[in-house]
């Protein structure tokens, strides 16, 4: 397998210390990622909040990997008492942060990680939500950053979770998904971050551990629900070139030309293969009282 890095325009990625973060921090992503939050609301059938959490005046609830920070501005809108709530956001990459007015509720943005929350944080939040970090966390990191999470969540306290699950269409695809297995333990993270969840949570303490899982078509033949999760999708995995394509194309691609046209091909074959679909898994779990 060559290891040689493959020449291509890369775009721009985190220089957070240690960071293992596979996707770039830029405007292009920024409008993929405040899309996708519209679109996972309809998956969920409009619901942001899943956790059987009453939001009281005065809580202060965080999102770890906030990115946008397009729940937590959604979870201000969405509560009539949002103003006397205090919401933090973290991510390891301010590049990403809204450039958003603090006129209804206090809002904060700061550049951490999850796997080191601040000391002073400790029994903080009524609730945290994270989701999609399962290009970022390397395997050995998700039990440091849910027990993270824990620590700073009040007795009592709610966690809530969203990554992708498998998904399914035909040979381009399985390709492509051989490749970016390779890629992923090459990177050491988790792509079944979906199945080891639950004892990962009930590991750290969380008890009340709830999984919502979600299929959605992929393709031109499921309609606006296929086509908006195929371009969410493709997006994605476009923007893992440089990943890809700085470990020598793992065996798979020779040159950018042949990355992109084995996207091209997974696109098109999700437009043909009527029955392709992806999954979206939401968690939830408490921190006992
Ligand atoms: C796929 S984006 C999801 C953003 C947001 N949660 C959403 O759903 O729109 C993942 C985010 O996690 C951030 N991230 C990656 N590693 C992180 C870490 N160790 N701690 C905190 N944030 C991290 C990235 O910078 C990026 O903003």
Redesign the pocket.
Known sequence: MATRSIEHQSRPF?SFPN?N?I?P?DLKEKER?NK??SMLKRVFGEKIIFAPISIQPGDEVLE?????G??LLDFRKSLPQSKDLSLYG????SK?FPSTDLSAGALHFSVC???LLPREWSEKFSMVHQ???M???RKTEWPRALSEIYRVLKPGGWIQLCEPGDWSAGPITEKHKAMRRALYDLRELDLECTKHMPTRLANVGFINVQTIDRAMPLGEWGGQDGRECRNDIIAIWRAQKTAILKSGGLGFVKSEQEFDTLIDDVEREWDATVGAETHWVAFYAQKPL
């Open positions: 985190t960071a973060y996707l921090s990622l996708q939050h770890t990997g906030t990115g946008t397009v729940w973290i991510d390891i990459e990403l990680s999850v796997t989701r999609f970090l290009p970022a966390l």
